[in-house]
């Protein structure tokens, strides 16, 4: 079974620092897109970035970019000069890729992201 | 375009109850899913509908939970009987097909006295 694993439960950065948070994954699919969704405290879940395994080059949004190393099953979220409004709860989740393969999404546990003033 | 609406917000039951929350997808999107998050967790898959048909509940509770996507209508997510631990907060996302991303609505809170 896949299983997605966060192992921060708890980061802090300073307004305009850069943080990044972890993510790594367990799979035997060759094929799949990997997510980070930002839930902040209006529960909203809200698509941030996402990454199709096949791309070797690194998604890239704005501030948001990730580091997928597919070898060692890991894809971490950076975020650059970051902003207040970035404080909410992050989660990273995984989705097979293939035809007949299950749409759903599984996530990690996330990481509660707090942003200094 | 409107978003993914789940209502209601917040669902407040007694152990026994019926709960119904429902999911109306974006426009154009047939495709549903929903998600259940406990307090601290992450949220984990319950069920994928198509209108009119289940295509996965791999994730859902053998007794006393149910879905439907009707030809016309909101998505429906039943629990019957409720009791204290069904207390989460259920989300539904919707795609306009396969594969395809995800959009979430912001959820259905629901409190089992």
């Known amino acids: 079974a896949q299983t997605v694993t966060q192992s921060q439960p708890e980061m802090s950065v300073q307004e305009a620092e850069t943080v990044t948070l972890s993510c790594t994954y367990d799979?035997?699919?060759?094929?799949?897109?990997l997510f980070w969704y930002k839930q902040p405290p209006s529960r909203q879940m809200i698509l941030v970035i996402r990454?199709?395994?096949?791309?070797?080059q690194n998604a890239t949004e704005n501030r948001f970019s990730v580091n997928f190393q597919k070898a060692a099953k890991s894809f971490s979220l950076k975020i650059s000069d970051s902003q207040l409004g970035d404080a909410a709860m992050y989660f990273c989740a995984y989705r097979p890729l293939g035809q007949g393969g299950s749409e759903k999404l599984v996530f990690g546990k996330g990481t509660k992201l707090t942003v200094n003033p | 375009n409107a978003g993914v609406m789940q209502n209601p917000r917040h669902l407040v039951r007694r152990r026994g109850q019926e709960a119904r929350l429902r999911c109306s997808p974006m426009?154009?999107?047939?495709?549903v899913y929903w998600y259940r998050q406990l307090p601290e967790e992450g949220l984990k898959f319950m069920v994928y509908l198509q209108k009119e048909n289940i295509i996965d509940e791999s994730g859902m509770p053998k007794e006393r939970f149910s879905a439907e996507f009707p030809k016309e209508g909101p998505s429906i997510l039943r629990i019957q009987q409720v009791v204290r631990g069904d207390s989460a907060a259920y989300f539904c996302a919707s795609s306009p097909g396969t594969p395809n991303i995800q959009y979430f609505g912001a959820g259905t809170r629901l409190s089992v006295l």
């Open positions: 990454q199709e395994a096949y791309k070797q």
């Open positions: 799979t035997s699919e060759s094929d799949y897109y």
């Open positions: 426009k154009g999107h047939s495709h």
